[in-house]
């Protein structure tokens, strides 16, 4: 009875340090959210780094051109010059001056008239940097938007598996189920053979689902920027939050307007245009003036001998001089049509009107496919609604089926029949779910939203 008694405490005491280990591994692991998710992969995206490191330089570039347009440009000078003394050639003076001399000075000058050059550089700058602000935004709306697919398909992917594991318990149930009853006699090996099959075939897809859960879970923990194994991280949700974003109740012409709008190639392409348009103003400043100015002031030290009643006298003197001046400059030789610069300016003419016709291209290009976009989420939703009620229809026929089993109205067969049909329902109402996600929030992305 004692010899019980502490197999059975040993027994206890090992089951409460299995469950604590157990509890420890599960608190061990990290919970990520579609929110948490998010903030994730827009602090590590490397692409979305390097898009703001563009809007940085751009906007160092901006700020060069804006010194050049408003900065004048301040020099200074500075000499010293240490000689040996020398006796003035004067036999009656006697007095020796040394050519020391130190001076310093400071000279201040600016362009004030390049025909526009500067005005057009900065400007076209200004166009630049705005460009680089659109694309980094871009970016990071690509990000989110790819970060909400890549966490709903890894829940697909899991919803895939658990539906499959469900399945396949059932066909273990029902495996055994038939061993029993044929053991007893009432029911032929034929089924029980084809019941052990069922459960059987659906090991190797059950294996593949789990892997590529795994796997497509190992990618997302990775692209959000995290190290950890697959195991360590779980992912909590509910799929069916992706249903709830709806395209806007809008005539398709006025969401077209929309997309126009936002569309970032048409936006970039327009600020290219843009951008050439005052380079080929810059190109052209060669028939305006240029129009400089300077002014300057230095001082200088050295021995003075001045001559006051017949006597000489040696003085350390200083003298100071300023000066301001203008200068006009104009090159005759850029107004000829065939010299560089007036084929430069052309060059970029030719290469404005090019990315215009590119320009009509593109919008036609992007109204066939939002229209095709906008279509294929409209029919995306109608689907989704459509697998919705044959999920709901081939749940409540697998009930059906299984009271009837249970009550020997059906046969094995046609309760596996519901059961696959059941399998097949879930399955496509998870692929629609996703792909109306996918379709709906790439329109929105186009729309701004």
Same mark, same amino acid.
Request: charged share 20%; glycine share 4%.
């Given at each position: 009875?004692?010899?019980?008694?502490?197999?059975?405490?040993?027994?206890?005491?090992?089951?409460?340090?299995?469950?604590?280990?157990?509890?420890?591994?599960?608190?061990?692991?990290?919970?990520? $959210?579609?929110?948490?998710?998010?903030?994730?992969?827009?602090?590590? %995206?490397?692409?979305?780094?390097?898009?703001?490191?563009?809007?940085?330089? &751009? +906007?160092?570039?901006?700020?060069?051109?804006?010194?050049?347009?408003?900065?004048?440009? *301040?020099?200074?000078?500075?000499?010293?010059?240490?000689?040996?003394?020398?006796?003035?050639?004067?036999?009656?003076?006697?007095?020796?001056?040394?050519?020391?001399?130190?001076?310093?000075?400071?000279?201040?000058?600016?362009?004030?008239?390049?025909?526009?050059?500067?005005? $057009?550089?900065?400007?076209?700058?200004?166009?630049?940097?705005?460009?680089?602000?659109?694309?980094?935004?871009?970016?990071?709306?690509?990000?989110?938007?790819?970060?909400?697919?890549?966490?709903?398909?890894?829940?697909?992917?899991?919803?895939?598996?658990?539906?499959?594991? +469900?399945?396949?318990?059932?066909?273990?149930?029902?495996?055994?189920?038939? /061993?029993?009853?044929?053991?007893?006699?009432?029911?032929?090996?034929?089924?029980?053979?084809? &019941?052990?099959?069922?459960?059987?075939?659906?090991?190797?897809? *059950?294996?593949?689902?789990?892997?590529?859960?795994?796997?497509?879970?190992?990618?997302?923990?990775?692209?959000?920027?995290?190290?950890?194994?697959?195991?360590?991280?779980?992912?909590?949700?509910?799929?069916?939050?992706?249903?709830?974003?709806?395209?806007?109740?809008?005539?398709?012409?006025?969401?077209?307007?929309?997309?126009? &709008?936002?569309?970032?190639?048409?936006?970039?392409? &327009?600020?290219?245009?843009?951008?050439?348009?005052?380079?080929?103003?810059?190109?052209?400043?060669?028939?305006?003036?240029?129009?400089?100015?300077?002014? %300057?002031?230095?001082?200088?030290?050295?021995?003075?001998?001045?001559?006051?009643?017949?006597?000489?006298?040696?003085?350390?003197?200083?003298?100071?001089?300023?000066?301001?001046?203008?200068?006009? $400059?104009?090159?005759?030789?850029?107004?000829?049509?065939?010299?560089?610069?007036?084929?430069?300016?052309?060059?970029?003419?030719?290469?404005?009107?090019?990315?215009?016709?590119?320009?009509? +291209?593109?919008?036609?290009?992007?109204?066939?496919?939002?229209?095709?976009?906008?279509?294929?989420?409209?029919?995306?939703?109608?689907?989704?609604?459509?697998?919705?009620?044959?999920?709901?229809?081939?749940?409540?026929?697998?009930?059906?089926?299984?009271?009837?089993?249970?009550?020997?109205?059906?046969?094995? *067969?046609?309760?596996?029949?519901?059961?696959?049909? /059941?399998?097949?329902?879930?399955?496509?109402?998870? +692929?629609?779910?996703?792909?109306?996600?996918?379709?709906? *929030?790439?329109?929105?992305?186009?729309?701004?939203?």
């Amino acid at each position: 009875m004692r010899i019980s008694f502490i197999i059975i405490l040993i027994t206890i005491f090992s089951i409460s340090l299995y469950s604590q280990s157990n509890e420890n591994y599960t608190n061990s692991k990290i919970s990520i $959210n579609l929110e948490q998710a998010l903030d994730l992969a827009i602090e590590n %995206d490397k692409t979305l780094k390097q898009a703001e490191y563009d809007v940085r330089i &751009a +906007q160092t570039q901006k700020d060069a051109s804006f010194s050049d347009l408003f900065l004048p440009s *301040l020099g200074v000078t500075g000499s010293l010059n240490i000689s040996e003394p020398q006796e003035i050639a004067n036999i009656y003076t006697g007095i020796k001056t040394s050519p020391d001399t130190w001076s310093a000075g400071a000279t201040l000058s600016k362009t004030l008239f390049t025909g526009f050059r500067n005005w $057009n550089t900065d400007k076209a700058r200004e166009v630049n940097l705005q460009m680089m602000k659109d694309i980094y935004y871009d970016e990071r709306k690509n990000v989110a938007i790819n970060t909400q697919l890549n966490f709903y398909n890894t829940f697909v992917a899991q919803e895939n598996y658990r539906v499959y594991y +469900q399945q396949q318990l059932n066909y273990s149930n029902r495996m055994r189920e038939s /061993y029993i009853k044929y053991r007893n006699g009432q029911v032929s090996e034929y089924e029980y053979l084809n &019941a052990k099959v069922q459960y059987e075939s659906t090991k190797p897809q *059950l294996v593949t689902l789990s892997n590529n859960y795994e796997s497509l879970k190992l990618t997302f923990i990775r692209q959000i920027g995290l190290t950890n194994v697959s195991d360590d991280v779980e992912l909590v949700g509910n799929i069916l939050d992706a249903t709830k974003i709806t395209l806007p109740d809008l005539d398709i012409n006025v969401i077209l307007d929309l997309i126009m &709008a936002n569309n970032i190639e048409l936006s970039n392409m &327009a600020n290219n245009i843009e951008m050439l348009e005052y380079n080929r103003k810059v190109a052209r400043s060669y028939l305006w003036p240029t129009l400089s100015a300077s002014a %300057d002031v230095s001082i200088m030290t050295e021995d003075q001998v001045k001559n006051e009643n017949n006597n000489f006298i040696k003085r350390r003197g200083s003298r100071f001089n300023w000066g301001v001046g203008v200068s006009l $400059n104009y090159s005759l030789d850029s107004l000829l049509p065939f010299s560089s610069t007036a084929k430069a300016a052309e060059e970029i003419q030719l290469s404005i009107e090019q990315m215009e016709v590119s320009y009509e +291209q593109l919008r036609d290009n992007i109204e066939i496919n939002s229209r095709n976009l906008i279509s294929t989420a409209k029919s995306q939703e109608l689907t989704l609604q459509s697998q919705a009620e044959n999920a709901r229809t081939a749940a409540y026929a697998l009930q059906m089926a299984q009271r009837q089993y249970r009550g020997g109205t059906i046969s094995t *067969l046609e309760l596996s029949d519901a059961e696959l049909t /059941y399998l097949n329902a879930q399955l496509a109402y998870l +692929q629609a779910i996703y792909e109306y996600f996918s379709s709906t *929030l790439q329109v929105l992305k186009l729309l701004g939203a």
